[in-house]
């Protein structure tokens, strides 16, 4: 069984910028999560896709945005970077039988100069 | 929101030592996980513990849901056992969101 994978592991990017992030779920999982951390921080609830519809979402802006695949894979687009975008990006995917319980990705570590 | 609070912030133990890591949340929940995030930023997950007590070798975690609480114990810590160690639970809800507390931050000392 294959864990939670993210790419790429490491992002710089210019403000003013877009960027795409990709997570490929756990096998079997069809519920992926996308959280930002920044810096000393607690990682923070971006939103969440199940069946590729949204399925909530926290207290981020409209220019964060994202996809889920009918292979349960997704994608977190982020545009008009901002200095304060700079963080690691996580995704967690979880099994529907189980669906609390989820597991994160190694992250993406994007950074904006 | 639901809110997180974890203590102490920051731990330094010897080698072989005993800890309690402390997880306080504000209203009843439906998951609380424990993870220890290693310094290249990987979230292990450690325990799903919503209620009642688990044991996974040298650590294991109690919450008591009805008070709003849960420790995770390290017992005869290792250098390797460092690192942030997070708290986060779900409220309940239409999606399984965690939130996270800021984390407790483990130095083991050789």
């Known amino acids: 069984e294959t864990g939670v994978t993210q790419s790429p592991t490491h992002l710089i990017k210019t403000r003013g910028q877009q960027v795409t992030l990709r997570c490929s779920s756990q096998?079997?999982?069809?519920?992926v999560s996308w959280y930002q951390q920044a810096l000393g921080q607690g990682p923070q609830f971006i939103f969440q896709?199940?069946?590729?519809?949204?399925?909530g979402r926290g207290n981020f802006p409209p220019r964060f945005s994202g996809l889920q695949f009918p292979n349960y894979s997704s994608e977190l687009n982020v545009n008009a970077l901002e200095l304060d975008d700079s963080a690691l990006y996580l995704c967690?995917?979880?099994?529907?039988?189980?669906?609390?319980?989820?597991?994160f990705g190694p992250g993406t570590r994007l950074t904006v100069l | 929101g639901i809110q997180v609070e974890q203590s102490p912030p920051d731990l330094i133990l010897q080698e072989g030592a005993n800890s309690t890591l402390r997880c306080n949340f504000s209203?009843?929940?439906?998951?609380l996980q424990w993870f220890h995030q290693n310094p290249w930023g990987q979230l292990i997950n450690l325990f799903y513990?919503?209620?009642g007590t688990k044991q996974n070798g040298r650590l294991s975690a109690t919450t008591v849901a009805t008070e709003r609480y849960s420790l995770l114990y390290i017992s005869s810590s290792q250098t390797t056992d460092s690192g942030v160690y997070f708290c986060?639970?779900?409220?309940?809800?239409?999606?399984?969101?965690?939130?996270f507390g800021k984390g407790i931050t483990l130095s083991v000392r050789p």
């Open positions: 967690a995917s979880s099994p529907r039988t189980r669906v609390n319980t989820q597991y």
């Open positions: 096998s079997g999982h069809n519920t």
């Open positions: 896709y199940y069946r590729e519809e949204e399925n």
């Open positions: 209203d009843s929940v439906n998951n």
């Open positions: 513990i919503p209620s």
């Open positions: 986060a639970v779900d409220g309940g809800g239409a999606n399984s969101k965690l939130t």
